[in-house]
């Protein structure tokens, strides 16, 4: 049935009537909030009267609303996938290093299970770190670019940069007093992949740029580390041992330790 339309002051032109109906006022509101999301909020003045000509031409208006909904939807899923594809170049990801397409045929083992409760996020959402160690090739880099590629896909903001790389930022920046502006932007970012970290022994500034960063964000934003050396042995490569130690100790204390064998 139809809902009858209120009359309006002033001789005024009423809005259309809507059907009386409850399956209409679900999707109708879902639609609305659609509508909002994507800023198309003008669409719902005239919503009204596009359905009133729906019904004029004997268009069931459930199968016209559930259309334009499912049009809405893909928008906004297209509009998602678009952000998230910006997000992860951004981040400097690789496109080719997502779970998706992971080589299922590889030669390496890992605990399968480990990897379920990362994909989840739990660790981002709890500002734990994880460390994923294993030798050279066995796909440590992929799979922390791939936890990336999911943490883009859920809003996160994310950067990935190789571990000496980094290092050489921090040494450069402190020519040119940039230093802070830097150390903001690495501990700022929601997930911050550190690839091959502790590949060799770093200098005293170094060891001081990896303290800060390791508790700054410990605590209060994730990390991905990968490294073909044991956390334990990260000790010998800092220049400073207490300031290792304690770097070291934080991290370990609030990180999930992923490994691969192969």
Known sequence: GWAAA??????????????????FGVMQAEM????????????????????????????????????????????????????????ARDA???????????????????????LAELVSLRFLEAHRHVVVLG?????KTFVAQALGHVACRHGYHVRFTRADEVLRRLRQSRFDNSRDAEMIALTSVDLLLLDDFALESMSKEESKDVYQLFLERTGHASMIVTSNRDTAAWLAMFDDVFLAQRAVDRFKNAAYDFVIEG
Do not use: C, Y
Not at 55 to 80: A, G, H, N, P, Y
């Open 135 to 139: 030798p050279v090739g066995v796909g």
């Open 6 to 23: 209120a009359p309006v002051p002033g001789g005024s032109k009423a809005p259309a009537p809507l059907p009386d109906d409850g399956v």
């Open 92 to 114: 400097g990801l690789d496109h080719a290093m997502r779970l998706e397409l992971w080589d299922k045929s590889s030669k390496v083992s890992f605990d399968k299970r480990m």
């Open 32 to 87: 609305t909030r659609s509508l909002k999301r994507l800023k198309l909020g003008r669409v719902i003045d005239t919503l009204p009267e596009r359905l009133v000509l729906a019904d004029k031409q004997d268009m069931s208006f459930d199968d016209l609303l559930l259309l334009v909904l499912l049009v809405l939807t893909d928008e906004i899923t297209r509009r998602d996938s678009t952000a998230a594809d910006n997000r």
